[in-house]
T-cell receptor, first 113, second 115 residues
Framework: SAVISQKPSRDICQRGTSLTIQCQVD?????MFWYRQQPGQSLTLIAT?????????ESGFVIDKFPISRPNLTFSTLTVSNMSPEDSSIYLC??????????FGPGTRLLVL | AQKITQTQPGMFVQEKEAVTLDCTYD???????LFWYKQPSSGEMIFLIY??????QNATEGRYSLNFQKARKSANLVISASQLGDSAMYFC????????????FGKGTKLTVNP
């Protein structure tokens, strides 16, 4: 299994500001994924982060709004930029190291006022 | 494109009874994996069970089993001997193994276990 930690666990932010979420994994993984879960909704993939290359964004998500860094094989950050109340969600980091597994971090609960 | 359908927004079960949560899927990829997750009110996503498309037997993990019917494209989760702590959201998800690696989720089912 993989142990994933995220910081911060929750935050309340003002609109127009930015928040950077950190994800740390206890083992080296090739691919890290960032998901968003809006209130009462399912999980939606924002982007896939590979070490040493640009992140791949899903339809509806852009780099200017959600810049991602992946400096090494155990760490990634997701920034939510120029926030609005619609960005209030749980943001989850996820990894898989084998075909039959995919693990999630504890999530970052974001409230934008 | 992959699609996961969970048709039960909410389910209720009595403690100690079994419950089945439905999941159907659609994909054109012959090789895929199916996952079930539990999300309690704390928000964490807890991995429960995995079924590969080429697995001959249904997956089991403790009180969780997956009723995999490939021809019907269904992957229902069966929870036996329900406990109060099983009350949570349950999500079915899939990943095409020859493709993009991303996990696609259903809308989820809220399970309530009554004492």
């Amino acid at each position: 299994s993989a142990v994933i930690s995220q910081k911060p666990s929750r935050d309340i932010c003002q609109r127009g500001t930015s928040l950077t979420i950190q994800c740390q994994v206890d083992s080296q993984v090739t691919m890290m994924f960032w998901y968003r879960q809006q209130p009462g909704q399912s999980l939606t993939l924002i982007a896939t982060a590979n070490q040493g290359s640009e992140a791949t964004y899903e339809s509806g998500f852009v780099i200017d709004k959600f810049p991602i860094s992946r400096p090494n094989l155990t760490f990634s950050t997701l920034t939510v930029s120029n926030m609005s109340p619609e960005d209030s969600s749980i943001y989850l980091c996820s990894v898989h190291n084998r075909e039959e597994t995919q693990y999630f971090g504890p999530g970052t609960r974001l409230l934008v006022l | 494109a992959q699609k996961i359908t969970q048709t039960q927004p909410g389910m209720f079960v009595q403690e100690k009874e079994a419950v089945t949560l439905d999941c159907t899927y659609d994909t054109s990829d012959p090789s895929y994996g199916l996952f079930w997750y539990k999300q309690p009110s704390s928000g964490e996503m807890i991995f429960l069970i995995y079924q590969g498309s080429y697995d001959q037997q249904n997956a089991t993990e403790g009180r969780y089993s997956l009723n995999f019917q490939k021809a019907r494209k269904s992957a229902n989760l069966v929870i036996s001997a329900s406990q109060l702590g099983d009350s949570a959201m349950y999500f079915c998800a899939m990943r095409d193994l020859g493709g993009s690696e991303k996990l696609v989720f259903g809308k989820g089912t809220k399970l309530t276990v009554n004492p």
